[in-house]
């Protein structure tokens, strides 16, 4: 690549390596692309993704690792958006921009036909997260649900993989590809999430998304105005960030999340 390129490793580091990252760091080499500064990715995963966003791959294992990065946010406590640290590092000046997401024609005109079924627009909602601090009460989200069947809503829960707690939902589906699951949001009233990638893939296709946050600040998704984040004001912990005062517990379920309602995020979702 040219001397001014970047290749970033996203392979064995431990920080911004999961799928909500890649779609964060496609905004970073986007606003690079424009500003005429290369940024590939060496990442052996999740190719359909990469695909997605049409990041350049490079083949041979090596580049930037983002560790030092992370570990500058999170002493800083996650303070400033989260791509002002890894541009820091990397040296770039770019401003993060909105990558475009090239969405197969055949996934949209699947997505077509079930909103057509559904009889227009549906509230997604995403309720797994890969780590269950983020994660809002099983509970609530399947209440969630038939409140807004009730309200007269479509409504869609979306799974990475089939989830007992959430078969007694009105419509629940699993399994998808990454360009049905855009397909879908591009035709979505909203989408609702937790602070995990179906968040980051919404925001970045520009639909109206709902981040729930617990121990996350919004800042994670400052790059992003698509992304509303909502938090709970009843408990002073709200964003700590994953220091003190986390402590053992909070690994088991966020007490902040605990405490964002179903009726918080229904007057979000219906406002």
Known sequence: MAANSITIDLEGGKGYAGLGDVVMLAWLAEG???????????RTRNPDLLDLFELTVDPVPGGVKLDEAYQAELADR?????????RDFLGVVAEPVQPPVR??????????????????PPVLLFPQTAWLPREWPASYWVDVAWRLKEAGLPVMVLLTHKDERFIN????WWGLPFGRVAALMERAAVVVGN?????????????RTIALMGPTRPTVFAHSPAVECLASARI???GCHFAAPFRAACDQGCLSLFRLFPEDVLRKVLG
């Open 78 to 86: 996650c303070r400033r958006p989260r791509l002002d640290y890894i």
């Open 32 to 42: 690079c692309r424009r500003a005429g500064q290369a940024v590939a990715f060496h």
């Open 195 to 207: 602070d995990s990638f179906p968040a980051h893939l919404a925001g970045a296709i520009g639909v």
């Open 103 to 120: 969405i197969p024609e055949e996934h949209r005109a699947w997505a077509a036909e079930r909103v057509r079924e559904f009889g227009g």
């Open 169 to 172: 939902t009105p419509s629940y």
């Open 236 to 238: 002073d912990c709200t």
